[in-house]
C-alpha cells in the first residue's frame, strides 16, 4: 500500500474464497440458525434483551457481548483459528511453521496461505488436501479467489514488498499445473482486489505515496487495461462492476466514493467511512472509522446500502478487528473483548434486516483470522 495509507493496515485483514450467491437484501432471508444447519426461533423481545446485542440506542445502532450471545451455525466462509484453516468447503488443515497469517484460501482441495516472514517480507505456502506443503512462493502479500472458487490470484509488490522491485502478478485456475505470470515492474502497490472468470483486477501506483489507479488484466489474452476515474481502489464486488476508492486523503480524515466501473460514474461517497468490503451480490459495503486505525481493531463497524450508502446497521465493541459479508444480508466480525494483543475472540455472524447476532465460534485466546 501507498505509504501514506499504511497505517491503515495495522491488523491486515485476509482476502479469502468465499461461495456466494447473488441477489439483494432481503428482510425475508433467513435469520441466525443452530449448529444443525436449522432455522433458530426468531429472538423474542425478552429473549433480545438478555443475549442479542441490541441494547441499542437506535433501530441501527446495536453492542456487541460476545460473552451473551445464542449459538449458531459454524462460519460458512473460510477462517484460522490458532493455525488451523476451517470453515468453507474442505477438512481442517493444519498450517505449519509460527510465522503470522494474514491471508487465506481454498482453491478446490488446496489450502493456500498468505505469511509474514520478516517486516518487509512475506511468502505464500500451499498445501494439499492432506496438509502437505507443495509449494511455496516468495514476496507474494495479496490473495484473492473468484466468487465460485474456481479460480484464484496474488501478488508481490504489496505491502511487504521493496517497492523499487514492482510487482507480480500470478492467476491460476487449477490445482495443477503452472500459474499465469504478469509482471509490472514500473507499478508500486500492487494488490489483487478481485477475479472474475479469467480476469484479475488489481490496484498499482507509479511511484510510492501517489494513488493508485484500477487495473484489469485479461489472463487469456495477457493484456492489461488501466480502468480511469476509480482513485486509488481498495475493494471491489464479486461480478467487478462496482470499486469503491479512497477520493480524498488527508492528515485531516478521508473519504470513499463508490463507482461504477462501466460507466465510469460515481454513484455516492462517504467521509465517515472507510469502505472496505462488498458482499457478494453488492447489497451492502462495510463501513469501518475513517482514521488511520487502531492497533489492535476498531470499536464500531458499519454495513451501508451499496447503491445509497444509506446505514444500515451499526454495532459496537470492545474491539472489532475484521468484518466480512458472509452473504447479502449476513456479515461475520471478529470479535474480540479487549484492544489488547492478548484477548478472547470469536466469529460473531449478524442478521442486517434484523440487527440480531449469534455467536458462530466458541470464545477462544487462539490467534483467530476471518477470510473474505
Same mark, same amino acid.
Given at each position: ?144 479467489? %473468484?466468487?465460485? /472458487?474456481? &479460480? !484464484?490470484?496474488?501478488?508481490?509488490? +504489496?505491502?511487504?514488498?521493496? *517497492?523499487?522491485?514492482?510487482? $507480480? ?109 462488498? %458482499?457478494?451480490? /453488492?447489497? &451492502? !459495503?462495510?463501513?469501518?472509522?475513517? +482514521?488511520?486505525?487502531?492497533? *489492535?481493531?476498531?470499536?464500531? $463497524? ?71
Amino acid at each position: 500500500m501507498p505509504s501514506w495509507n499504511r497505517s491503515l493496515v495495522a491488523v491486515p485483514a485476509a482476502i479469502a474464497v468465499v461461495a456466494v450467491v447473488g441477489g439483494g437484501l432481503l428482510a425475508t432471508l433467513r435469520g441466525p440458525q443452530d449448529q444443525t444447519g436449522a432455522a433458530a426461533a426468531p429472538l423474542s423481545a425478552s429473549a433480545a434483551a438478555k443475549t442479542s446485542p441490541v441494547a441499542a440506542k437506535s433501530a441501527t445502532n446495536g453492542i456487541i457481548d460476545a460473552t451473551n450471545l445464542p449459538t449458531g451455525r459454524s462460519p460458512q466462509l473460510t477462517y484460522v483459528r490458532g493455525r488451523t484453516v476451517l470453515g468453507g468447503v474442505g477438512s481442517p488443515v493444519r498450517v505449519p511453521g509460527t510465522k503470522e497469517i494474514i491471508a487465506v484460501a481454498r482453491l478446490w482441495d488446496t489450502t493456500m496461505t498468505v505469511q509474514v516472514a520478516t517486516a518487509t517480507s512475506s511468502f505464500l505456502m500451499v498445501q494439499d488436501h492432506t496438509g502437505k506443503v507443495v509449494n511455496e512462493i516468495r514476496s507474494v502479500d495479496s490473495l484473492v479467489t %473468484s466468487a465460485d /472458487g474456481k &479460480y !484464484v490470484a496474488f501478488a508481490s509488490g +504489496g505491502r511487504f514488498s521493496d *517497492y523499487r522491485s514492482g510487482g $507480480t502478478l500470478y492467476f491460476q485456475e487449477h490445482t495443477t499445473g503452472p500459474a499465469d505470470v504478469l509482471r509490472q515492474p514500473k507499478l508500486t502497490d500492487v494488490a489483487v482486489l478481485a477475479v472474475v472468470g479469467h480476469a484479475v483486477y488489481f490496484h498499482g501506483g507509479t511511484k510510492p505515496g501517489d494513488s493508485w489507479d484500477l487495473y484489469r488484466w485479461d489472463t487469456e489474452k495477457m493484456t492489461v487495461r488501466k480502468l480511469p476515474k476509480v482513485t486509488s481502489p481498495v475493494s471491489m464486488t464479486a461480478d467487478g462492476s462496482l470499486a469503491a476508492g479512497m477520493t480524498v486523503f488527508t492528515d485531516s480524515g478521508q473519504c470513499t466514493a463508490v463507482m461504477d466501473v462501466a460507466s465510469q460514474l460515481q454513484r455516492w461517497r462517504t467521509c465517515e467511512y472507510r469502505l472496505d468490503r462488498f %458482499s457478494p451480490g /453488492g447489497a &451492502y !459495503v462495510v463501513g469501518l472509522p475513517p +482514521g488511520t486505525g487502531e492497533p *489492535y481493531g476498531e470499536k464500531r $463497524t458499519a454495513v451501508l446500502d451499496g447503491k445509497t450508502g444509506k446505514l444500515l446497521r451499526q454495532w459496537t465493541a470492545p474491539s472489532l478487528r475484521a468484518a466480512v459479508a458472509e452473504d447479502d444480508d449476513h456479515v461475520l466480525l471478529q470479535w474480540h473483548d479487549q484492544q489488547e494483543p492478548q484477548s478472547r475472540s470469536a466469529v460473531v455472524r449478524c442478521t442486517i434486516s434484523t440487527g440480531q447476532c449469534e455467536l458462530a465460534t466458541p470464545l477462544s485466546p487462539e490467534p483467530l483470522l476471518l477470510g473474505s
